[in-house]
């Protein structure tokens, strides 16, 4: 899902790079041991001059000087502000550096994510970029390659990227999140459309009340946040600390608060002070844009209202349309599509892509066993089950107990068997694949056709997404 466009309007560079084909990727990647990081240190030593080594604090403005060069775009402003970020060390930057030059960097963010109330850490590649003098060597694929071995090493599961070159990174072994994108509509439209249905609201319950929040609210939010998130597939975990910095940052323009009044409590509107009920939900606005929405389950009709006030403000600050950045499976798209609007996917925009890579296969099956044991338990799947995996560079078993699930080596070919491509087999782990139309599509070759059934239940396809908050550019 693409986040709006910065305030600087900067044009991403959209570049795509084939590999030379006098070289290759280096052939002496080392251990994940020796790639660890620490302050200034050579990572990696590349056969046709250069090198790749961590950041310092001192290398900050050469990156700022490659990444403006690079992505055509005034970035120092929100370059300076992710200093701040809870967390951050100059050393989560790798650097392509020759003859004293910096061709290519790239910033390891660590994170952790929820994933149907699983924590999981993932890898953010933020800021991934070559100059484009460079794009045809091999540069970019030795830093990627070493940008995956260290997350991994260092304990990421799940790498994520926001790549302005989306075919180059499904080149290398990538795939595109599935349900990425947006809905836009006319402002005045989705609204006629909310009010003419808004006397059979007001007869269910009486209506919450919106208004913008205070920042002593914080905690209200956090908690709205914590409690929708977790349940989701993607969205980070974020502590206080780094609540105060998203916030600080100023990347959006308001915070809607709904607020359950107290029975007969006033209606403060936006000069009152205090919470006058229960938190129901918040939505965070950048221009016409909800790029981020969360509301408690027993306040259903906290969504309606939130988007109903972001579109009466978008009216008053002469916005003609609304969009919502919120997750694909979200009611309120197709209320939009409804009242004359339209579902705007990545894959048809010319943006940056949402992409995902699994570093950690094995771990990422251990991690999840409660979700594949609930749906094995809800689909009536046997256990134990064994299901063999075989891409062109590995064969894996996937065992399935009543108080395991791991993935090993296969030593022989089990009576339930897949042959697919990795990137295809990474996406079915990670509920990143339509299973029936990969396998119409020759994508997956089954031992029979009973397994699909298995498959679906165990790896059920989950809609990815990550609040364009944390990718906003200021």
């Known amino acids: ?183 836009r509509a006319n402002a005045r439209a989705v609204l006629a459309h909310l009010d003419a249905h808004e006397g059979a609201r007001k007869r269910r319950k009486s209506p919450l009340h919106v208004r913008t929040w205070r920042h002593f609210e914080l905690d209200a939010v956090r908690s709205v946040y914590e409690a929708t998130a977790s349940g989701l597939w993607g969205p980070l975990f974020r502590s206080e600390e780094v609540w105060q910095w998203l916030i600080g940052r100023k990347a959006q323009d308001q915070v809607l608060f709904a607020v359950d009044p107290l029975p007969g409590a006033p209606l403060n509107g936006d000069s009152g002070i205090g919470i006058t009920g229960e938190a129901a939900g918040y939505a965070v606005v950048r221009g016409s844009a909800i790029v981020e929405m969360m509301t408690l389950s027993n306040h259903p009709s906290a969504r309606v209202q939130l988007l109903a006030r972001a579109c009466r403000d978008a009216i008053d600050r002469d916005h003609h349309s609304i969009s919502l950045y919120t997750p694909a499976s979200d009611p309120l798209h197709e209320l939009m599509v409804t009242a004359g609007g339209a579902w705007i996917s990545d894959r048809r925009e010319s943006g940056p892509r949402l992409m995902m890579r699994l570093l950690s296969p094995e771990r990422w099956i251990e991690r999840c066993y409660s979700l594949w044991r609930e749906r094995a338990q809800e689909a009536n799947v046997p256990r134990p089950t064994e299901i063999g995996f075989i891409t062109p560079d590995a064969a894996h078993l996937f065992t399935l107990t009543r108080r395991s699930a791991r993935l090993e080596p296969m030593a022989t070919r089990p009576v339930d068997w897949v042959e697919c491509s990795r990137a295809t087999f990474e996406s079915l782990l990670v509920g990143n694949l339509a299973l029936s139309e990969a396998v119409e599509r020759g994508e997956l070759r089954l031992s029979s056709p009973e397994l699909a059934g298995t498959l679906a239940a165990v790896f059920a396809p989950r809609l990815f997404w990550q609040s364009p908050l944390e990718f906003m550019r200021l």
């Open 1 to 183: 899902m693409s986040a709006p466009a910065s305030r600087n309007h900067g044009k991403a560079d959209r570049g795509d790079a084939e590999s030379s084909p006098a070289s290759g990727p280096s052939s002496h990647h080392g251990n994940g041991r020796s790639l660890l990081r620490s302050d200034r240190t050579a990572v990696r030593e590349l056969p046709y001059g250069g090198r790749i080594v961590t950041a310092n604090a001192g290398d900050h403005p050469l990156i700022v000087q490659l990444l403006t060069h690079a992505r055509q775009a005034a970035i120092a402003d929100d370059f300076q502000s992710r200093l701040d970020e809870p967390g951050y060390r100059p050393s989560n930057r790798l650097l392509v550096n020759r003859d004293k030059a910096l061709l290519a960097h790239v910033h390891l963010a660590s994170h952790i994510a929820w994933f149907d109330g699983q924590r999981i850490p993932v890898v953010k590649l933020e800021d991934f970029a070559v100059l484009p003098e460079y794009r045809s060597s091999v540069y970019d694929r030795d830093l990627l390659a070493a940008a995956e071995q260290i997350a991994a090493a260092e304990g990421a599961v799940v790498g994520l990227v926001l790549a302005d070159r989306p075919d180059w990174f499904e080149r290398q072994g990538w795939s595109s999140l599935r349900g990425q994108g947006h809905t």
